[in-house]
């Protein structure tokens, strides 16, 4: 199935000063992201999102236009389904919910212990700190926090309730983990922007450019070959938000939205 659409310049930048730091308010305006997340958390701002992005000159700012407002179309899919409060029936319909939530909701009495373990000598757990699912794209696990925290001047080992407390933090998170390679995975950047050629190895295990590549670096050991319906029906509302966001967007969805049958990392 593929939406079509001619894509249009008219994503007029909003009225915000800091906008001139990042490209993506080129293409995209404060009304059509509050028309994509209509529900959000105050963190999760237009302004926030701008000052974060302008951290990463590349995100969302390389090709085409269509290529752009597509790498906008598959990030804001992710975090939509990390963060989102909707279901099938909510108000709206379930794909308004996205950046509703900031935290894993599960995990916010502290019994999530199991993230607090896998640290290494370069980032060790800090005692009484928790490092569950924050942030846009749940952010998770002590080692995580520590190498995000390094690598872009933040304490988040130390503090791990900034990435859902500050929304400029927050959406640097996942922005991070967007445009990093995380070896032998590509960046999700990267695939997105068909910067990343498959290796022949890659095609023998079914690994293609697209969207379903995308899911597959985030959350491939559980969604992509799964036969248990619950992750199934996550990895269907990953490509439902990708493909709402692009219809929004006025792009066309391209082919490989899905990983099943991909071999996973």
Not at 64 to 90: K, M
Request: net charge neutral.
């Amino acid at each position: 199935m593929k939406i079509v659409c001619l894509v249009v310049l008219v994503l007029a930048c909003g009225s915000l000063r800091a906008a001139s730091d990042s490209g993506i308010n080129k293409i995209l305006s404060r009304e059509t992201y509050e028309k994509l997340f209509p529900n959000h958390h105050a963190i999760y701002s237009y302004r926030n999102l701008i000052k974060a992005a302008a951290a990463f000159p590349g995100f969302a700012n390389e090709g085409s236009l269509e290529t752009r407002l597509g790498e906008l179309a598959a990030f804001f899919a992710n975090i939509a389904h990390e963060t989102t409060g909707g279901w099938s029936l909510a108000k709206g319909g379930p794909y308004v919910w996205g950046l509703y939530y900031t935290e894993e909701q599960a995990c916010k009495d502290g019994h999530c212990v199991q993230y607090n373990t896998a640290g290494t000598s370069s980032y060790l757990p800090v005692e009484g700190k928790s490092y569950f699912g924050r942030g846009p794209i749940q952010l998770t696990y002590a080692y995580n926090y520590g190498l995000a925290g390094e690598e872009l001047g933040l304490p988040l080992l130390k503090n791990p309730e900034l990435v859902s407390s500050d929304g400029v933090i927050a959406f640097k998170t996942a922005l991070w983990f967007w445009m990093r390679a995380q070896k032998p995975k590509p960046s999700c950047h990267d695939v997105i922007c068909g910067n990343w050629k498959p290796a022949e190895e890659d095609l023998k295990l079914n690994r293609r450019p697209g969207f379903g590549m995308i899911i597959n670096i985030i959350n491939g050991g559980l969604e992509c070959n799964t036969t248990d319906p619950g992750l199934q029906v996550k990895r269907e509302e990953r490509i439902g938000f990708y493909k709402w966001f692009a219809q929004i967007l006025h792009i066309q969805v391209p082919d490989n939205c899905d990983c099943k049958g991909m071999t996973s990392y």
